[in-house]
């Protein structure tokens, strides 16, 4: 599974076939993801609004992995000033298990 940059509506279509393909119910992956239910409903609806930390959170629970391309090398970072100017684009993602995209 491969979505290039970020579509909301993408990402959410995309959890829910993953979840769905590994024939678990919200409450089933919210349990193992360590989310509310309603949590994935709204990560399946509109991840736009949904706190990053749990949307990572579920991402990883779900067996899943998030890549982020225009990423500074980590010795450009420094001050919060200085790494606003970088711009970050969700760029795919993919399992992680080595499953094929």
Do not use: H
């Not at 076939?17 to 992956?29: C, G, I, T, V």
């Amino acid at each position: 599974m491969k979505i290039e940059a970020f579509c909301g509506s993408e990402l959410g279509q995309a959890l829910q076939a993953e979840r769905k393909r590994q024939k678990l119910s919200r409450e089933e992956a919210a349990a193992v993801c360590d989310v509310s239910t309603s949590f994935i409903r709204d990560a399946e609806s509109a991840p736009e609004s949904c706190s990053l930390g749990k949307l990572v959170r579920l991402i990883n629970g779900l067996g899943l992995s998030l890549n982020v391309a225009g990423w500074p090398p980590s010795q450009a970072l420094g001050r919060a000033s200085e790494r606003a100017d970088y711009g970050v684009l969700v760029d795919r993602i993919v399992p992680s298990k080595g499953e094929p995209s």
